[in-house]
């Protein structure tokens, strides 16, 4: 199995510069165990998901601890909560940055440990399946868009060279009938699965962007009562970007009118427009800058 570099390795060797606790989180399969034992291969790697490892730290969460002299990566901490305030103990009596990784799937409940017991002393950084560029450093991808949307960007498809056909029914029966709907009470998964393929697309591509370089979301929708819309709003501080995205390979006139009404009503806060579409040329046009849809990770998005 080939390790595909993942663009937010430097900023979570950053954060480990300057807080003693770096946690990772995201979907399950995004990534996380393998990119923090990459980073950090000195560090001992242990699964709490082992029941004996777990037992362990629930019982004598001190001892546990004293194993691993100079820190440790440790995998789904979350399923044993006691250990979160020893953590605490322990990396204020040290004070060594980067001394614990903490990668975990259920972002919740290791978000909870975190705020309970290490506020201050933890930095978060949110993984997502694998970004178009990344992809495209290690070749892994070409220039068919109807192939990319089909494949998914899940590391173990291109890791294990798998079929994404029948590993993203597998996921779908195990993450989002169980984590999922744990946590938002989907009700019908006919209609969750359904959302708009191209659009969900760039914007996971914008928010891996985000996510990648250590920072929140800023991405918004924006309708009115009337039913005007832009599919994106990007919330710069003190100016709004207003993305539009479209599926179709021909430009259409069409597709500006949503950007065009937006522009008018946000007058000064209103930064430059693009649009990203389902095509392959690159128009600057007066107002609006109109982008293909390989050029999502240019310099020309700004979020």
């Not at 510069?17 to 989180?25: D, I, K, L």
């Not at 659009?199 to 914008?206: D, F, R």
């Amino acid at each position: 199995m080939t390790y595909i570099p993942r663009n937010a390795e430097s900023r979570l060797k950053y954060f480990a510069r300057g807080y003693p606790v770096v946690a990772v989180t995201g979907p399950r399969e995004s990534g996380k165990s393998t990119l923090v034992r990459h980073a950090f291969p000195k560090h001992p790697y242990v699964s709490l998901e082992n029941l004996d490892q777990t037992e362990f730290a629930e019982t004598d969460s001190r001892d546990f601890l004293n194993q691993f002299t100079e820190g440790a990566i440790l995998d789904e901490a979350q399923r044993c909560p006691a250990l979160f305030s020893y953590l605490q103990t322990r990396v204020d009596e040290r004070q060594q940055p980067g001394e614990f990784i903490l990668p975990g799937s259920q972002q919740f409940g290791l978000l909870s440990g975190i705020t309970q017991s290490l506020a201050g002393r933890a930095a978060l950084l949110t993984l997502l399946p694998m970004a178009y560029d990344e992809l495209q450093r290690a070749e892994r991808v070409g220039r068919n868009l109807d192939k990319i949307l089909f494949d998914g960007a899940y590391p173990p498809i291109f890791d294990r060279e798998l079929e994404p056909h029948p590993w993203h029914g597998n996921y779908v029966r195990t993450y989002l009938e169980h984590d999922v709907r744990q946590l938002i009470n989907v009700q019908d998964l006919a209609t969750f699965q359904r959302g708009a393929l191209f659009e969900s697309w760039v914007i996971s591509e914008l928010l891996k962007a985000r996510y990648n370089a250590g920072e929140t979301s800023n991405l918004y929708f924006w309708r009115d009562r009337s039913g005007n819309e832009v599919d994106l709003l990007i919330d710069h501080g003190t100016q709004l970007s207003p993305p539009e995205i479209k599926s179709g390979q021909t430009i259409n006139q069409d597709y500006f009118k949503g950007l065009e009404f937006w522009q008018k009503l946000a007058g000064d806060t209103a930064e430059k427009a693009w649009l990203v579409y389902g095509g392959d040329s690159r128009q600057i046009r007066s107002d609006v800058t109109v982008l293909p849809w390989h050029e999502i990770n240019s310099e020309q998005v700004v979020i």
